[in-house]
């Protein structure tokens, strides 16, 4: 039976061997890891990934697609669930697992949440995902946004190969690039309420970034005051704590100064 991409499920192919070896590599695999990959597809990928790790846990949820894996590969240690990735159970994989896949555009940032609020996380997630969000999520001071600081909080991110839509059957309309995300033993917000004696939740955090970001293109003082209910004097008070200009925007900010805030914030 002929397997046909489904354009619903986001179905991309990218068959260019090179690139393939190159986004495995990425991933620093050795013989004793254990490899997460999502939308195996046609497993071209996964043949790459066998190559370098003790074991791969491929998760489709294309049912055609995850009974024609496993006979591609006979006496591999490769295992094969069809179900959706945004409801595996990861505290099914071993500690430390680490993630390699070419993931749908359309639930890239619910994967990469999943993935990193888990109790049991990846140690490093490699994932090719449209080239615009990639840029995204590692970007610095002056072009943050919303997603770069929920997942730089979590992980060390950093940009890997960029492949041209050309390469994959049929071509998106984008094109696509790595990212590389190293995850944290204790995330930011963890290490800042130690060294700074205080309890600030991830809850709490994300509702002071939300806060900032709601409305971009105005002066943080005023997008702190508006989405927080209190006043401009009051939103300029907690900024001037720790000399943060009420001029910025959000953007500006760095994660730093969002937990300077925060503690500021929720210390009133």
Excluded at 16 to 37: K, Y
Aim: glycine share 4%; proline share 4%; charged share 30%.
């Amino acid at each position: 039976m002929a397997l046909k991409n489904k354009k619903e499920l986001g179905q991309n192919w990218l068959k260019d061997r090179t690139i393939l070896d190159t986004i495995a590599e990425s991933g620093d695999l050795n013989n004793s890891d254990t490899v997460l990959e999502i939308g195996p597809g046609l497993g071209t990928l996964t043949s790459s990934l066998l190559k370098r790790a003790k074991k791969v846990i491929a998760v489709e949820f294309d049912k055609n697609l995850a009974q024609n894996l496993l006979p591609q590969f006979p006496g591999k240690n490769l295992e094969v669930f069809n179900e959706d990735i945004l409801h595996f159970n990861l505290e099914k994989l071993p500690k430390n697992y680490k993630v390699v896949a070419n993931v749908p555009y359309y639930i890239t940032s619910k994967i990469i949440q999943n993935l990193l609020m888990a109790n049991n996380k990846p140690s490093k997630i490699v994932i090719l995902i449209q080239k615009e969000v990639a840029e995204r999520i590692v970007a610095e001071k002056g072009n943050m946004s919303v997603l770069a600081v929920s997942v730089q909080v979590f992980a060390k991110a950093k940009l890997g190969i960029e492949v041209p839509r050309d390469f994959f059957t049929p071509p998106p309309k984008v094109d696509s690039q790595v990212v590389v995300l190293e995850t944290r033993e204790q995330n930011l917000i963890e290490i800042f309420n130690l060294e700074n004696n205080c309890e600030i939740s991830e809850r709490e955090f994300f509702r002071i970034v939300k806060a900032g970001f709601a409305a971009k293109r105005k002066k943080i003082v005023k997008s702190l005051s508006a989405n927080l209910v209190i006043s401009k004097e009051q939103a300029a008070e907690i900024l001037e704590k720790y000399e943060v200009s009420p001029d910025l925007r959000a953007q500006d900010l760095e994660i730093e100064e969002w937990l300077k805030i925060a503690k500021v914030f929720y210390s009133k």
